[in-house]
């Protein structure tokens, strides 16, 4: 619900240009006292960049206010405070947490979620910086940097009527976007070496876990790198990783690009038959009939006797024209544990 930290170390690691430029960014807004509305998908670094805002700017500090959590009838009372006796449970009074940023920094988190009537009250306290708490007579001050962030289109929330439009002008002074991980791949490596250094015990990916994390989607972004990191660390010893430790939402992209690559293979022998003169393309389509290194097509066979046979080694073995022992061995090497 709420955070209160002082100059604890963030470090936003990353090497594409989009993360480069944010870290300008973030150096940037740091020297004024602008409200920052960070924009992004969920787990592309929201968090974390108000942060950095706030340690950059080394003032006061820093109150994480989940606007998602602030529903029921305590939200208002959490927000502002309350005075004793303001009702029935209030025994002392209560400092809320606009009063807690005062001289710092208020992180809005999740600003999209946050109530209409609970709107009109930040706008109140964001243009003069007063507000009363609950059972209050006495009007009180907080002055404090705003930085707000959402997975949402606040822009569609104003034209649909969710989202109040004056306090959307207030927050949206500074607009930071943070793309998703699956437009910045360069970033990839020095994450997953910043989450191996941080969760890893000398841990190690081979080369296919590698290939494989950076064929996948990232739907959750760094937080699900972060986990996949974490996930596989927590489940082998090491030092190597891999592509069965790996989460089932990673493996089975690895299984349905396999598929997809095979399917491709299969459909590319009807290109190889020669075709009539006539139909001679001028030049043959570098791509459609793929030169693959002798070591993947011994791959992919393997893998398509092991489809063909339903897993049945003994007969993809015998269909593969080797052994058993020498099938276990190549599936060893291969890392088909299938
Ligand atoms: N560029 C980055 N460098 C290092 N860690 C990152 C980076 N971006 C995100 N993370 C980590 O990923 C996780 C999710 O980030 P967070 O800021 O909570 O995302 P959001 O608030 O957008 O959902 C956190 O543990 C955060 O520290
Ligand atoms: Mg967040």
């Not at 090491?238 to 349905?256: T, W």
């Not at 393997?302 to 269909?319: K, S």
Request: overall charge neutral; aromatic content about 6%.
């Amino acid at each position: 619900m709420r955070e209160t930290t002082r100059n604890q170390p963030v470090g936003i690691v990353g090497r594409s240009v989009k993360t480069r430029q944010v870290l300008h960014n973030v150096e940037k807004v740091a020297v004024g006292r602008w409200p920052v509305l960070i924009l992004g998908e969920t787990g592309t670094g929201k968090d974390l960049v108000a942060r950095s805002i706030h340690e950059a700017a080394g003032q006061g500090p820093f109150v994480t206010i989940d606007c998602s959590s602030l529903v029921g009838p305590l939200m208002e009372s959490e927000l502002f405070g309350h005075a004793r006796g303001a009702f029935t449970g209030a025994v002392g009074t209560k400092l809320g947490l606009i009063e807690m940023a005062n001289g710092g920094t208020a992180f809005f988190d999740e600003i999209g979620e946050l109530p209409l009537d609970l709107q009109a009250k930040l706008l109140r306290v964001l243009q003069e910086k007063e507000f009363r708490p609950v059972g209050s007579l006495q009007q009180k001050r907080s002055d404090f940097r705003v930085v707000a962030a959402t997975n949402r289109d606040l822009a569609k929330e104003v034209d649909r009527g969710t989202f109040r439009r004056d306090l959307y002008y207030r927050l949206n002074v500074v607009p930071l976007r943070l793309a998703p991980l699956r437009e910045r791949m360069e970033d990839l490596d020095p994450l997953i070496e910043h989450f191996l250094r941080l969760y890893g015990n000398g841990h190690l990916l081979t080369p296919e876990t590698q290939e494989a994390l950076r064929a996948y989607e990232w739907p959750g972004n760094v937080r699900e790198l972060e986990n996949c990191i974490q996930q596989m660390v927590a489940i082998n010893t090491g030092p190597m990783l891999h592509v069965h430790d790996l989460p089932s939402p990673v493996q089975n992209s690895v299984h349905a690009r396999r598929a997809h690559c095979m399917a491709a293979a299969v459909g590319s022998t009807a290109i190889m038959k020669p075709p009539a003169r006539a139909e001679l393309p001028e030049r043959p389509a570098a791509t459609e009939v793929p030169i693959l290194p002798l070591i993947e097509m011994e791959r992919r066979a393997i893998l398509q006797a092991l489809e063909y046979t339903n897993g049945d080694r003994g007969v993809a073995a015998h269909l593969l024209g080797i052994g058993r022992t020498t099938l276990y061995r190549k599936l060893k090497e291969y890392q088909l544990a299938v």
